[in-house]
């Protein structure tokens, strides 16, 4: 059970050094029994009180790492119903679904195909994660032999979905290294499956008919010492599945019931007839409440939609995403090549960085931290002042790059020129477009 505000207060030791974040240990302990602090923040817990402190600091839905290697990825973890009160921190897992009897040939092909969905989007690499080998037909030779080729020429990881104890055996044999997801522990097989998840350390997940149905199961593992569990309500009509979702994320947050505070598991690929229905579906259940969503099949047309929904469903909307501050060469520059600055909004870097990187001319990018606001908000908001530009320009260590004295503000921000010159007697100010496409005719024109 979890510890009041005041039964964790009694805990800390109530030094009031605000280190923390909050004037006194009384408001850090009442924050902590809500979720909305971690125990980390306080330096000066003791090593006693803080393995009593575990559970009430353990986020209400357990995270689950599911795979390793370069795909491992962690589901669950969440603290808040709805993204606007904190965050979402683990994004959905997207999985596509194979069959144990598929032909070698067919396997390596798919294989190959999906692997190359993989997204630039705004610095980052997305792509999906995991690969559903289903058994369906018992074999488990052939079960076997398809999970260790998927764990070992693949950089997916796996979920081994069977209900058959030797089966699922196999399959751990020959790709438990890959630290795939069990699916799934039933009422009729909870004890087999539950000792093979234990001496092997998997994650499982849990099948029921119902939400109720499934709290017998989850404290049956967990009474095994299973930490690791991923739930599946066990409907496929639309309507249901959803309120199952909504139901289990309230149940853990709302009524801080430990027995369901787990990652779900969804399958559109079983509720729908065709791939638009099923990616609109997945699209559902990622934005409601979704830890694994289970597809049919990996389609750019699907896939690429679904991939930027979890980018911007599990972006901090309280933190704009940002670059780091300093110099970023780009189209290998010397010490006469133009430098441009902007801000550190990191839309903002990869666009200007794009169309200079086309315009293959050689220059420096200083990104100035804004706090991820855009040059114009940045700007309007005092954060992006000419006296500001100024002084970064001074301490970034530019001026130990290049041997002229011009720099490159952004169209938007014409106003802080006069500042920036007084700020830097001697540069010259160049004010450059306002739009970034205009940035590679801009600096051809410049030479």
Known sequence: MALTGIQIFKLLPKTNCKECGVPTCLAFAM?????????????????????????ASAPPIRPVAVGKGVRKATTGGETVMYRHEKTFFNPTLLAATVNSDIADG???????????????????????????????????????????????????????????????????????????????????????????????????????????????????????GIKDIVLDSGSRDVKQAFEDQVAIRRAALKD???????????????????TDVETLLAGMFIAKYGGVVVMSDFRTESVFPLL??????????????????????????????????????????FIVFGEIEGSRVPCYLLIKDAEGLSVLTAWAAGKFGGDDVGSFVKKCGIMDKVKHQNIVIPGYAAA????????????????????????????????
């Open 31 to 55: 924050n902590l029994a809500s979720g909305k602090a971690e125990l980390d923040s306080c330096p000066y817990v003791s090593d006693e009180a803080r393995e009593q402190l575990a559970e």
């Open 106 to 224: 067919d396997l390596d092909t798919k294989l190959l195909g999906w692997n190359a969905l993989q997204y630039e989007r705004v610095g980052l690499n997305l792509r999906p994660e995991l690969v559903a080998l289903k058994d369906v037909n018992g074999d488990k030779d052939a079960f076997a032999k398809a999970a260790k080729k998927i764990a070992e020429t693949s950089e997916f990881n796996l979920i081994l979905m069977t209900d058959k104890e030797d089966v699922m055996k196999a399959g751990v044999a020959a790709a438990g290294f890959k630290r795939p997801l069990m699916y799934s522990a039933t009422a009729a097989n909870v004890d087999a499956f539950g000792a093979i998840a234990k001496d092997n350390d998997l994650p499982i997940a849990v099948k029921a008919d119902t939400v109720g149905d499934l709290i017998p199961l989850t404290e049956k593992l967990t009474a095994l």
């Open 256 to 274: 801080s019931n430990r027995s369901l505070g787990f990652p779900t598991i969804t399958f559109p690929c079983e509720m729908a007839s065709n």
């Open 308 to 349: 930027l929904e979890k980018l911007n469903i599990f972006t901090d909307p309280q933190r704009p995403m940002t670059v780091t501050e300093g110099i970023y060469e780009i189209n290998n520059p010397d010490e006469n090549s133009p430098i441009l600055v902007t801000t550190n909004f990191a839309l903002t870097y």
């Open 416 to 447: 802080i020129a006069g500042d920036v010159e007084e700020e830097l007697p001697g540069w010259n100010i160049i004010v450059g477009p306002r739009e970034a496409a205009h940035i590679p005719a801009f600096l051809k024109a410049q030479k």
